[in-house]
């Protein structure tokens, strides 16, 4: 199979924004008094904000858990700096870049992608970007990766998705994409430890 498109997730895949992505959810949690775990906040990571906030605080109108979603946004563009790079993501992407198209598929809010996407000038390696205001699905749903491929102009059998989550897997196989997941995923096609595997395991497709 020769690919024409590489598609990455962002959070945990090119970039470790785990604590700040945690905290954006703790902190509105915590405010009302609502205590979970970190390690429960990190299960639900890939699926919309809305049910994030939903799972731990059921008795919430739609109105607070907007609210909530307000606040987290602000802790996160308040903790960009706290970003670090995923190891080998620079020279991941910038072996890439000009072998195929390139695109982002991520769920976070588009102030906070582009502004990482800044801070590592990295905007310059991707032919499309689709953010989460540009969807009405959170994953599983096969919607983030679909826009993708109609923006890329290339169809799902010509693609892989990149990603750390069992949401991002799951995604992929709903959208009929390959998926390397950096994790053990048995449902992957193909599982990394790092980007530097990634990258090993799509010489083979280029």
């Known amino acids: 199979m020769k690919i024409k498109a590489v598609i990455f997730d962002l959070d945990g895949t090119l970039v470790d924004s785990h604590k700040i992505h945690v905290d954006s959810y703790l ?56 970003t670090r790079r995923m190891p080998y993501s620079d020279e991941i992407l910038q072996f890439l870049k000009g072998k195929t198209k390139l695109a982002l598929a991520t769920g976070t809010f588009g102030e906070m992608t582009y502004k990482t996407l800044e801070m590592f000038d990295w905007k310059k390696y991707f032919d499309v970007i689709v953010v989460g205001e540009d969807v009405k699905k959170s994953r599983p749903d096969p919607e983030i990766l679909n826009t993708a491929l109609d923006k890329l102009k290339t169809d799902s059998d010509k693609a892989v998705y990149v990603g750390d989550s069992i949401y991002d897997v799951q995604c992929a196989k709903n959208a009929n994409v390959k998926v390397i997941a950096l994790g053990n995923f048995k449902e992957a096609d193909f599982t990394a430890k790092n980007l530097l595997e990634v990258k090993t395991i799509l010489e083979r497709f280029l």
Do not use: A
């Not at 509105?28 to 008094?33: A, Q, S, V």
């Not at 970190?38 to 049910?51: K, M, N, Q, R, Y």
């Open 27 to 82: 902190i509105p949690l915590n405010k009302r008094e609502i205590y979970p775990k970190p390690e429960d906040i990190l299960s639900g990571f890939g699926t919309f904000d809305f049910v994030i906030f939903r799972k731990f605080s059921p008795k919430s109108s739609e109105e607070e858990i907007r609210q909530m979603i307000r606040e987290r946004k602000q802790v996160l563009i308040e903790e960009v700096s706290q």
